[in-house]
């Protein structure tokens, strides 16, 4: 696998150099700046290029080798109709990427929110932290903070119970807390969402249930696919993190079935798949080693980490790479016989770019400012765990 680390750019706490010493040699990275739905210009695509390559002649070599994210607009998602104008954008922006030699791009079909988490200090055993989701915490926010229509039709009896009981005693710090980790937007940002106007983002979403998102996912990539495919661009869907609906938002790329039928829906290449392990992993009825076998080939871009299921199976906490309920052993040797398949048929991607996805803040990074997950030591050590689990592998099977 090629070693990559996901870089926010200039603004990130953690520095290209520290990507290079992490024993990286791609980046994963996004123009933020750029609103979304706007065209991606070759101009600021190269800028970006230029920043991340600017020591290359003296230092270790250091390549932008995979876009996270190209964020979907959400009229898209919507399936408004002014959907076509976004997607002749996004095809716009491919189009600059592919010129400026920038072939792997992930996004994500996830409304509105793009992850969720109710804890992103959660203590952990040797006083690291990492990020939580408690249902009990998330029924709370739903039901009392935001108060939306309808959420007590998506909590059993017990669950708003015990959110009740909890909010009554909770202090408006630890309130606000909880609020604005719920709404904390996308992976890069410390803005949140603003509460005054967020239901209505949602209420854009009332009519919208399951099939609508699919088919207005599947037109999107129908419209893209073949572009990208003529382009050389391999696009990658990040699947739904957490794998379940929220908030009455339907999510269709949750399980198995859910790629599969995505697949289907353009049967191109290019039509391909992010697999994220921490996000696919959530749930215990996605086997991800025989999913790795399954869509080996349309597989182009892999995230590694794991969660822990806790006593309460919809309650989760980011656990160490190796320590979680994934099966990183069977899921890195499914990858290994992917690449060597690859390797052997000619293919002409035979190594997948990886990055350790999220990391415990912990040792020195808990006195820095850092972007919930996305520290560095716990990303480097996270690395240098599946670094050696993969040489290992490859090594076991010379």
Not at 13 to 22: E, G, K, N, T, Y
Not at 144 to 172: C, G, H
Not at 279 to 290: E, I, M, Q, T
Request: with cysteine; hydrophobic share 40%.
């Amino acid at each position: 696998m090629i070693h990559t680390m996901r870089w926010f750019g200039p603004n990130d706490p953690v520095s290209l150099m520290d990507i290079r010493q992490a024993g990286c040699t791609g980046v994963v990275s996004a123009l933020h700046q750029i609103p979304v739905g706007d065209v991606w210009s070759v101009e600021a695509i190269q800028e970006r290029i230029q920043i991340i390559e600017q020591h290359n002649h003296n230092f270790t070599p250091l390549e932008w080798l995979v876009v996270e994210s190209l964020p979907v607009h959400e009229d898209i998602k919507k399936g408004l109709p002014t959907k076509d104008f976004y997607i002749e954008n996004y095809k716009t922006s491919l189009r600059n990427l592919a010129s400026c030699g920038i072939k792997t791009v992930c996004y994500n079909f996830m409304p509105v929110l793009d992850w969720s988490r109710t804890n992103i200090s959660y203590e952990m055993p040797d006083g690291s932290k990492a990020l939580r989701f408690v249902w009990e915490d998330f029924a709370l926010f739903d039901l009392f903070i935001l108060k939306r229509p309808n959420a007590p039709l998506d909590y059993t009896p017990e669950v708003q119970a015990s959110a009740k009981t909890k909010w009554e005693n909770m202090s408006k710090e630890a309130i606000a807390e909880l609020t604005n980790t719920v709404l904390l937007g996308l992976p890069g940002s410390e803005e949140a969402f603003d509460l005054n106007t967020f239901q209505g983002l949602l209420d854009q979403y009332a009519h919208i249930g399951d099939s609508e998102l699919r088919n207005n996912l599947y037109y999107f990539i129908q419209q893209i696919a073949p572009l990208a495919q003529e382009l050389g661009i391999l696009l990658c869907i990040h699947p739904d993190d957490p794998p379940k609906s929220l908030l009455g938002l339907p999510r269709v790329v949750s399980t198995e079935d859910d790629l599969a039928q995505l697949m289907d829906a353009c049967d191109v290449t290019a039509n391909g798949i992010t697999f994220c392990t921490g996000s696919l992993g959530v749930r215990a009825d996605n086997d991800l080693p025989k999913m790795v076998k399954r869509f080996g080939n349309r597989i182009h871009f892999i995230h590694l980490r794991t969660t822990k299921r806790e006593e309460n199976p919809l309650n989760f906490h980011e656990a160490a790479h190796l320590n979680g309920d994934v099966d990183m052993y069977e899921v890195v040797k499914a990858f290994v016989e992917e690449e060597q398949h690859r390797k052997q048929t000619g293919h002409s991607n035979p190594s997948l770019p990886m990055r350790p996805d999220h990391g415990h803040q912990m040792l020195d990074d808990l006195h820095k400012r850092t972007y919930p997950g996305y520290s560095a030591i716990g990303r480097l050590k996270g690395l240098a765990e599946l670094r050696g689990l993969e040489l290992g592998i490859v090594r076991s099977m010379s």
